[in-house]
């Protein structure tokens, strides 16, 4: 079964911290990996995506570290605001992102002050 | 554009009974899904679309059936509701050009 392992469940993480998610998968296969952060009653949003040609992909506070030979990729969190407390769901999938999207469990993170 | 747009919002069924979730997208996507969350399962994929007329299971299908009858709209149908139905369901849609799915507001489904 294809699947992505995601942790930690819940995260706490002080304002102004570094808050860090990992996933790993095992299909070798996947070559696509997102990151989804949602609100309280809202949907998924995708909040960024890489490949697994490069290692890190950047945009802004967020940045996707990617170890293809571990099968493992992260989600830190720069700089850590109350407005990014969320539930955020790496996943995975196949043919550049033309297949189903496999999901991680999800992180509850909280931003304290 | 209102994106994906899902009714109701929410909804309590008793066990037995039958109802369709509705789900529309303006963006003219061909790929539609339809998810369900539970807590600390993240999303499981019950039914996808690729476009008008086609559909095909996910990882979770039993006890659920859909159509896709337009490019706009991929209702969900639950036959006969039972209490393991009961979770957040959310429709999601995708152009074939981009990666990048777009989901709705999500509907609470309650079974008693």
């Known amino acids: 079964q294809q699947q992505v392992k995601q942790s930690p469940q819940s995260l706490i993480v002080q304002k102004g911290g570094i808050s860090i998610i990992n996933c790993a998968y095992e299909n070798t296969a996947f070559d696509y990996f997102p990151w989804y952060q949602q609100f309280p009653g809202k949907g998924p949003a995708l909040l960024i995506a890489i490949r697994p040609d490069v290692s890190e992909k950047k945009e802004g506070r967020f940045t996707i570290s990617f170890n293809k030979s571990a099968k493992q990729f992260s989600l830190h969190i720069m700089d850590s605001q109350p407005g990014d407390s969320a539930t955020y769901f790496c996943a995975a999938s196949g043919k550049y992102g033309n297949e189903k999207l496999t999901f991680g469990t999800g992180t509850r993170l909280t931003i304290i002050p | 554009n209102a994106g994906v747009t899902q009714t109701p919002k929410f909804r309590i069924l008793k066990i037995g009974q039958s109802m369709t979730l509705q789900c529309a997208q303006d963006?003219?996507?061909?790929?539609m899904y339809w998810y369900r969350q539970d807590p600390g399962m993240g999303l499981k994929l019950i039914y996808y679309?690729?476009?008008?007329?086609?559909?095909d299971k996910g990882e979770v299908p039993n006890g659920y059936n859909v159509s896709r009858s337009t490019t706009e709209d991929f209702p969900l149908r639950l036959e006969l509701a039972a209490p393991s139905q009961t979770s957040v369901y959310f429709c999601?849609?995708?152009?074939?050009?981009?990666?990048?799915?777009?989901f709705g507001p999500g509907t609470r489904l309650t079974v008693l």
């Open positions: 679309s690729v476009g008008a007329g086609i559909t």
């Open positions: 963006m003219n996507h061909n790929y």
């Open positions: 999601a849609s995708r152009s074939g050009q981009a990666n990048e799915q777009f």
